[in-house]
């Protein structure tokens, strides 16, 4: 059985993690604006070329993808 005092910091815990997600989903509409926006039009992001000579690298890595999509504030 749990305590009172153990049920209320869980639930301050879980409040924290949804604050903190609704401020994540927040911040990456703004890139899900943008790449609408080059789907409607259908043109491609600046960063994409990196991104296809990344693919085609041999040293390709999902880390350094990370990094590029970092860089240009997709994630």
Do not use: C, Q
């Not at 869980?10 to 994540?24: C, D, F, I, Q």
């Not at 790449?35 to 992001?45: I, N, Y």
């Not at 600046?46 to 991104?51: G, M, P, Q, T």
């Amino acid at each position: 059985m749990i305590s009172k005092k153990e049920a209320r910091d869980a639930m301050k815990g879980m409040t924290t993690l949804r604050k903190e997600l609704e401020k994540e989903r927040a911040r990456l509409k703004g890139s899900m604006k943008t790449l609408r926006k080059h789907a409607r039009a259908g043109t491609a992001p600046d960063w994409s070329e990196d991104l296809m000579k990344l693919y085609g690298s041999p040293d390709y890595s999902f880390g350094k993808v990370l990094k590029l999509m970092r860089k240009n504030k997709m994630l």
